[in-house]
């Protein structure tokens, strides 16, 4: 169990561990149901005949509006109250997974067409990208206000940890909810009603912090997705003092966060594909193809945060070797997952890549942060934080329409971006 040291005075509440594990599930909740929507996605495209690139575009809208709007959030916990907009983040999740769920129902059913159901979809997806994002700092912020400084950081790590435990968690459970009735639509019903449950538990349970005066404060995170694995770099921005922003072109960090992006790229534009070639590749129908994307899903998250909590501390290297190696390992997954004809090779490769991107973050992450000094640490790692979320504005876009000319182009120039990053790594880092 987790050791929580609390912050005593006068009018203060300390954190229990009832207390830690609301703030857990309401982190756990969106980030399950987050991947499990990305899980089935691509079934349902194809299902109700929509393009493939619209698919993405009308999915990843919400993390154009989560990279935007998360850090105007962070800002407003103090003043608004950190248990209100821990609830209206999980309410914004509720309310987006619900609508988008009947929307999705209606076009598989036939009752509106393909292009309405995913522009309907589009500004359902928005409401959890505009409110959903409020969620991770509402909840750092309120741990932070009642645990001391000493014990601040392993516990802003704990409750970050929730996000990549997401990221196994709701592709294991979507094909469970996929049901006779609700179809491919089932999931998001789902994980709404299980949302339903953490936000009355918040709701009831969660003491108010609304008109308390505690110092505490949280950190805009990425956007929820195998992409988004805990790197540690919301935990700084948390905890760290505010100074003045730092700017991404700085020259002791812009290589750092050049490698970063590169990476990034790289990986969502091959993550948004994966689904679409699980089910052009095995040439299996949309409906039932959920499982088997679920399983190669699993796999990357699972491998990705085995490089992260197991194997980079083990390891003892260097932030470059970790870009370098990370880069390396990465781009044989993806040419390993191109090549690859059955479920087994696609899953093996496909861990492969999520092994080097699981290393790429940390290595970038750990280079920045080590570039600048302890005062600007806050300030760092809120670059690091947006550069993990701005891959999600273009590069999933970009992906589909490689995938729209071949299947295996994602891959490939994925591959090719890493190979341009070592080179380029070797002598600029």
Not at 284 to 297: D, Y
């Amino acid at each position: 169990m987790l050791a929580i040291t609390p912050k005593r005075g006068v009018g203060t509440t300390a954190l229990t561990t009832p207390h830690f594990l609301l703030l857990y599930a309401a982190m756990l909740v969106a980030a399950a149901g987050n991947t499990a929507l990305q899980s089935v996605m691509p079934a349902i495209g194809r299902e109700i005949g929509i393009a493939d690139f619209w698919v993405a575009i009308a999915y990843t809208w919400s993390a154009v509006l989560w990279v935007l709007l998360a850090p105007y959030w962070a800002e407003k916990s103090d003043r608004h109250g950190r248990k209100l907009l821990t609830l209206m983040g999980i309410g914004g999740f509720i309310v987006s997974m619900l609508i988008c769920g009947m929307i999705l129902h209606a076009g598989l059913e036939g009752w509106i067409g393909g292009v309405l159901t995913f522009v309907l979809f589009a500004v359902a997806r928005g409401i959890y990208g505009s409110l959903g994002c409020a969620t991770p700092s509402a909840t750092q912020a309120y741990l932070a206000s009642r645990t001391r400084r000493s014990g601040r950081v392993a516990a802003l790590s704990a409750l970050s940890s929730s996000f990549g435990l997401g990221t196994i968690v709701g592709p294991a459970l979507a094909p469970l909810f996929v049901l006779p009735i609700l179809g491919l639509a089932g999931p998001l019903f789902a994980f709404a009603a299980i949302a339903i449950g953490v936000f009355a538990a918040v709701l009831w349970w969660l003491p108010n912090d609304r008109f308390a005066r505690r110092s505490g404060r949280g950190a805009a995170m990425s956007y929820p997705s195998m992409a988004s694995a805990v790197t540690g770099a919301s935990v700084i921005a948390a905890t760290a003092p505010r100074r003045t922003r730092l700017k991404w072109h700085d020259s002791r960090i812009r290589s750092w966060i050049i490698a970063g992006v590169a990476a990034g790229h790289a990986q969502a534009a091959t993550l948004t594909s994966i689904g679409f070639f699980v089910i052009d590749r095995l040439g299996i129908a949309p409906r039932g193809s959920e499982q088997p994307i679920a399983i190669v899903m699993m796999a990357g998250a699972s491998a990705t945060l085995a490089a992260q909590w197991g194997l980079i501390p083990r390891l003892n290297i260097g932030p470059r070797a970790l870009i370098l190696w990370g880069a390396s390992i990465a781009a044989a997954g993806l040419v390993a997952t191109m090549l690859a004809d059955d479920l087994y090779g696609i899953t093996i490769g496909f861990a492969l890549a999520s092994i080097g991107f699981g290393l790429t973050r940390p290595g970038f992450t750990g280079g920045a942060s080590l570039a600048v000094p302890l005062a600007e640490q806050g300030s760092v790692a809120g670059v690091i934080t947006a550069a993990n979320g701005i891959s999600f504005v273009a590069a999933p876009g970009a992906g589909m329409l490689l995938y729209a000319v071949d299947p295996n182009l994602p891959f490939a120039v994925g591959a090719l971006v890493l190979v341009g990053l070592i080179l380029w790594a070797r002598k600029a880092l």
